[in-house]
Nanobody, 117 residues
Framework: VQVVQSGGGSVPPGGSLRLSCEASGATWQNYVMTWYRQAPGKERELVADITTSIGTKEYADSVKGRFTISRGRGKAKNTVYLQMNSLKPEDTAVYYC?????????WGQGIQVTVSS
């Protein structure tokens, strides 16, 4: 299994980005998938997570109403997306995805998101 992230970049404030995190080669039926971010000089923080077995989603207060986590369908069921709208400069960070399956963590490589005018 290889976890690959895509979709980062640079946008002005108020812009949107969609991050993807694909677990290539995985045959998982269910997992917990978490998006984290880490800004320079700050600790890593949880942004959003999804527990597929029970269909729950949770968000950090700082992103509620602006970010949406979702799971792909069909052949993309082991891909998770993070739709980020109304981006703010304080959303600038390296974003990491993590799949937790049967006690094992699988990490993506991290991807930069920069929000700046």
């Amino acid at each position: 299994v290889q976890v690959v992230q895509s979709g980062g970049g640079s946008v002005p404030p108020g812009g949107s980005l969609r991050l993807s995190c694909e677990a290539s080669g995985a045959t998982w039926q269910n997992y917990v998938m978490t998006w984290y971010r880490q800004a320079p000089g700050k600790e890593r923080e949880l942004v959003a997570d999804i527990t597929t077995s029970i269909g729950t989603k949770e968000y950090a207060d700082s992103v509620k109403g602006r970010f949406t986590i979702s799971r792909g369908r069909g052949k993309a069921k082991n891909t998770v997306y993070l739709q980020m709208n109304s981006l703010k400069p304080e959303d600038t960070a390296v974003y990491y995805c993590n799949f937790w399956v049967d006690g094992t963590n699988w990490w993506g490589q991290g991807i930069q998101v920069t929000v700046s005018s």
